[in-house]
C-alpha cells in the first residue's frame, strides 16, 4: 500500500529525505504559480488532488488564489470564499480549469501522476438530504466531465485518473461507486470520511465500497489513525494520504515507531506550570529518544525545540519517517 504524505507549501521538503516518497499537493494549497520543479527534489510519486476538500474545510482561502488557479470562472473570482456556502463554493469550481491547473502542476515533469477528478464532498451534517444527494449528483458529473475532457486531451501515460466516491452513508456511497465504476476509472478515492474519525465507521464504509472497487484500486483519502492505516494494508488498499506528521509536527507532538508511540516535549519553561496540550507531563520527553531518521543522525536535539518554523519541520521529517516506518516495516530509503 502506498503513503501520500500531504504537502503545503511550507512544510518540509520530505522526497529530499525520502527517495521513494509519494507526495499529495492541492491545488489550493500551493501558490498559483507554483509547479512541481520549485521543490528542491522531487517526488516519487505525485497526487494532485482537485483542491475542493480544502476548499469546503478552510474559510481563509484568499479568492486571489482560488481565481489565480482557475478555481473561479471569471465572473465568480470576485466572491470571497470564506463567505458563501458549500453549494456557492463548489458550484463555482470549474472542472476544466482544475484539470488544467493539475496538469500546470506537473509541468514537463515525467513522474508518475494521479490526477483527481473535482469532486463536491459531504462534510457538514447539517445538510438536508436532498442537498446531501445533490453533492453526490454533482461528484457523478463531474466525473463525467473529467473523464471527457481526458478523452480529448489523451493523456501521457505517467498522468493515472481517478475518480472520487462521495456518499453520507452505505447505501449511498455504493450507489456513487456504481455509477463511477460504470464511467470506468483506473482509480478511485474514497472521501466524506473525515468526520467519522473512529475507525470502525471508517472501515465499514471502506468495506462496503470494497464490496464494488476492487481494493487495489482503491485510495482512503485523510487517513490518520495507525490502527486504521494497517486494516486498510491488511485489506490490500492502492493508496492513502495523511497530514499528520506535519499537522501532529505544528501540535509539538512526536513520533517513534516499533511499537508506534507519540511523544509531547516538556519544555524548561513549563516546570511547576500547567501544560498546554493534550499530553500528560509524563508522556513529554525533555531529551530526544534513539532514533536514525535523516534529522536525528545529524541534529536529534532539533526536533524538541518549539516555535521556530525550522524546528516544526525537522520535526516533521521525523515523525514522517516514524508513520511511514510503521506502514513500510522498513526504514525510508
Ligand atoms: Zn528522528
Redesign the pocket.
Known amino acids: 500500500m502506498e503513503f501520500f504524505v500531504s504537502w503545503y507549501h511550507g512544510d518540509a521538503c520530505y522526497p529530499v529525505y525520502d527517495n521513494h516518497c509519494s507526495l499529495l499537493v492541492s491545488i489550493t494549497s500551493v501558490p498559483f504559480d507554483w509547479t512541481v520543479q520549485s521543490l528542491l527534489q522531487p517526488p516519487r510519486r505525485l497526487l494532485i488532488d482537485s483542491g475542493a476538500f480544502h476548499l469546503v474545510t478552510a474559510s481563509s482561502i484568499s479568492p486571489r488564489l482560488l481565481a489565480d488557479n482557475g478555481m473561479y470562472d471569471e465572473k465568480g473570482a470576485t466572491l470571497k470564499a470564506g463567505a458563501q456556502s458549500i453549494e456557492e463554493k463548489i458550484s463555482q469550481l470549474s472542472p476544466k480549469k482544475v484539470l488544467e491547473r493539475q496538469l500546470s502542476i506537473l509541468g514537463e515533469e515525467q513522474i508518475p501522476t494521479i490526477v483527481c477528478a473535482l469532486d463536491y464532498p459531504i462534510l457538514d451534517p447539517h445538510l438536508s438530504l436532498q442537498e446531501k444527494s445533490k453533492c453526490i449528483t454533482q461528484t457523478i458529473a463531474f466525473a463525467w466531465e473529467f473523464k471527457h475532457l481526458l478523452e480529448e486531451r489523451r493523456m501521457s501515460s505517467h498522468v493515472t485518473p481517478m475518480a472520487i466516491i462521495q456518499g453520507y452513508d452505505i447505501d449511498t456511497l455504493k450507489w456513487c461507486a456504481h455509477e463511477l465504476a460504470a464511467i470506468d476509472f483506473p482509480l478511485y478515492g474514497l472521501g466524506s470520511l473525515a468526520p467519522l474519525k473512529r475507525h470502525e465507521p471508517i472501515m465499514e464504509r471502506v468495506r462496503a465500497v470494497a464490496s464494488i472497487i476492487e481494493p487495489e484500486r482503491l485510495h482512503i483519502f485523510g487517513v490518520s489513525a495507525i490502527q486504521t492505516i494497517l486494516a486498510l494494508k491488511e485489506m490490500g488498499i492502492h493508496s492513502f494520504d495523511s497530514a499528520r506528521p506535519a499537522k501532529a509536527a505544528a501540535y509539538n507532538e512526536i513520533f517513534y515507531s516499533h511499537p508506534f508511540r507519540r511523544f509531547g516535549i516538556l519544555e524548561p519553561s513549563s516546570e511547576g506550570s500547567k501544560l498546554k496540550g493534550r499530553i500528560p507531563r509524563v508522556n513529554r520527553l525533555t531529551e530526544?529518544l534513539k532514533?536514525q531518521?535523516p534529522?536525528?543522525v545529524e541534529h536529534?536535539e532539533s526536533?524538541l525545540v518549539v516555535g521556530k518554523r525550522a524546528n516544526i519541520k525537522a520535526r516533521g521529517v521525523?515523525n514522517y519517517?516514524h508513520l511511514k516506518r510503521v506502514l513500510c516495516d522498513a526504514p525510508i530509503c
Do not use: K, V
Open positions: 530526544p532514533c531518521c534529522i536525528c536529534p526536533i521525523h519517517y
